[in-house]
T-cell receptor, first 113, second 120 residues
């Protein structure tokens, strides 16, 4: 069975603060993919990143960075210098076998001016 | 617009009525997925197609639900005899798998805007 846990239900920060969203996953498969999606108030899920289980290199894209640690089964997401437009629900997801995604319950990020 | 599209965006229906939703995937994508998302939860998988073949169905997909992708392009999701518990956002996603030359861009699932169903 696969499971994704996002323990933080809601996080509130003030603009320009850094924020880290946690994601812990469970799977028995040795090959798997991890994803982060953003869901703004408009409702559409926006793909942010995909990592495979064999690539533990951290990744940075602008103000976004991701830390993948197989030893702790975690795939955390950090937003540096947060902005109001970052306010959204963020979902971590797990995929095995190139098929379906198992999502966490999401973390709502509120960035205030 | 070349993304995933869904129609309608909103549907209000009375309990017991049948509803049908449509999803048009990104044109070259061979896989199409349906998910359901209730308030405060992450999307939950319902079913997916590769081309016209329905390859997997979740146990969430009761007998009242049926999905088709007749020509391997658009898909429809029908709910018969709707119940209040069916109220949710129904999300469609598509991806491209098994095409080695596009490996760098394959497999990610791109989502449509969803159809919000309210059963009264």
């Amino acid at each position: 069975a696969q499971k994704v846990t996002q323990a933080q239900t809601e996080i509130s920060v003030v603009e320009k603060e850094d924020v880290t969203l946690d994601c812990v996953y469970e799977t028995r498969d040795t090959t798997y993919y991890l994803f982060w999606y953003k869901q703004p108030p408009s409702g559409e899920l926006v793909f942010l990143i995909r990592r495979n289980s064999f690539d533990e290199q951290n990744e940075i894209s602008g103000r976004y960075s991701w830390n993948f640690q197989k030893s702790t089964s975690s795939f955390n997401f950090t937003i540096t210098a947060s902005q109001v437009v970052d306010s959204a629900v963020y979902f971590c997801a797990l995929q095995t076998g190139y098929s379906t995604l198992t999502f966490g319950k999401g973390t709502m990020l509120l960035v205030s001016p | 617009d070349t993304g995933v599209s869904q129609d309608p965006r909103h549907k209000i229906t009375k309990r017991g009525q049948n509803v049908t939703f449509r999803c048009d995937p990104i044109s070259e994508h061979n896989r199409l997925y349906w998910y359901r998302q209730t308030l405060g939860q992450g999307p939950e998988f319902l079913t997916y197609f590769q081309n016209e073949a329905q390859l997997e169905k979740s146990r969430l997909l009761s007998d009242r639900f049926s999905a088709e992708r007749p020509k391997g392009s658009f898909s429809t999701l029908e709910i018969q005899r709707t119940e209040q518990g069916d109220s949710a956002m129904y999300l469609c996603a598509s991806s491209l798998v098994g095409v080695e030359r596009l490996a760098a861009a394959s497999y990610e699932q791109y989502f449509g805007p969803g159809t919000r169903l309210t059963v009264t």
